[in-house]
């Protein structure tokens, strides 16, 4: 499966809501029309090891943050983001699932789909 199809895939079941595709200088190569990422953002927030991000309006609480995976929460139960590094290539896919999806179960899954992303 290519990356575009397996993203398909995890929305259409329900997994996320939303997701994009920033390359490491933060440029946006590809999100989901109901979203817009603000990817230099992004990567200073990680970068920082902020406590917080703020997408969209809304702040998440950074829960787990290393080198190749940020997660954070909404305490108001406005949803997760889901960070993951792409093993290939220099960037990053990024996702939002309800809260009502089991976060760290959606991170294996957005894992997953980093390793679809091929440099070129």
Known sequence: ?????????LQRDGIVGALALVGADGQVYWQTQNWQVDGPTIIEAWT?????IVI???KYSTIDITNNRLVCTNIQQQGHIIIAKTPLWQGFVMAW?????P???VYVDIAKLATKVKPG
Do not use: D, H, I, Y
Request: proline share 8%.
């Open 103 to 105: 976060v760290r179960m």
């Open 56 to 58: 969209q309006g809304v």
């Open 1 to 9: 499966m290519t990356f575009e199809s397996e993203a398909a895939k």
């Open 97 to 101: 699932c309800s809260p009502a999806n």
């Open 48 to 52: 920082k090891k902020a406590p917080w």
